[in-house]
T-cell receptor, first 114, second 115 residues
Framework: AQSVTQLDSQVPVFEEAPVELRCNYSSSVSVYLFWYVQYPNQGLQLLLK??????LVESINGFEAEFNKSQTSFHLRKPSVHISDTAEYFCAVSENTGGFKTIFGAGTRLFVKA | EAGVVQSPRYKIIEKKQPVAFWCNPI?????LYWYLQNLGQGPELLIRYENEEAVDDSQLPKDRFSAERLKGVDSTLKIQPAELGDSAVYLC???FGSGGTDTQYFGPGTRLTVL
């Protein structure tokens, strides 16, 4: 059965520090991987996604994630966070089980402190 | 371009009462999703439509939940009767296609409180 595990429910970090939000998944077939972000009082929106090709994908606001097939991970990183990065981050996995289904992790709340 | 619209944003009802949520997806998006999000959890799929056809409703509790997407555009999700455990945020999302590579666009959600 497919599952997505976000290992940290909350990550507090100081502004300008690096951060890594961890995501592991279980699947027996090829998958597509996503990170969605939910800013306070807003809906979820796509941050970045891995479909194929280079295992390192980047977002426009400095986040990056690397697909590691052997470790079934898709960790999200940013070398220097801003206050405005405070949000909840959801890792999601889509696999073909006779029709695609997307499974979301429980989310990681990133709190950036001044 | 307008995003996914949901109404109401908040709803408080007594248990055993009916409730309905409405969603208008992004224009041109063929696939529409209803998700349930409990506090501290990620979204869980209730039902997925491709145009007006429900192609995945395996997680929809059909004894009390129903949904429709007439004409393949906007959609309504209904609960009758509501139970205390139904208190959650109900999210609607849409995507252009139905493949696993498609980005889903989410509405702001409806927060339901059942008393």
């Amino acid at each position: 059965a497919q599952s997505v595990t976000q290992l940290d429910s909350q990550v507090p970090v100081f502004e300008e520090a690096p951060v890594e939000l961890r995501c592991n998944y279980s699947s027996s077939v090829s998958v597509y991987l996503f990170w969605y972000v939910q800013y306070p009082n807003q809906g979820l929106q796509l941050l970045l996604k891995y479909l194929s090709g280079s295992t390192l994908v980047e977002s426009i606001n400095g986040f990056e994630a690397e697909f590691n097939k052997s470790q079934t991970s898709f960790h999200l990183r940013k070398p220097s966070v801003h206050i405005s990065d405070t949000a909840e981050y959801f890792c999601a996995v889509s696999e073909n089980t006779g029709g695609f289904k997307t499974i979301f992790g429980a989310g990681t709340r990133l709190f950036v402190k001044a | 371009e307008a995003g996914v619209v949901q109404s109401p944003r908040y709803k408080i009802i007594e248990k055993k009462q009916p409730v309905a949520f409405w969603c208008n997806p992004i224009s041109g998006h063929n696939t529409l999703y209803w998700y349930l999000q409990n506090l501290g959890q990620g979204p869980e799929l209730l039902i997925r439509y491709e145009n007006e056809e429900a192609v995945d409703d395996s997680q929809l509790p059909k004894d009390r939940f129903s949904a429709e997407r007439l004409k393949g555009v906007d959609s309504t999700l209904k609960i009758q009767p509501a139970e205390l455990g139904d208190s959650a945020v109900y999210l609607c999302a849409s995507s252009f296609g139905s493949g696993g590579t498609d980005t889903q666009y989410f509405g702001p959600g409806t927060r339901l409180t059942v008393l």
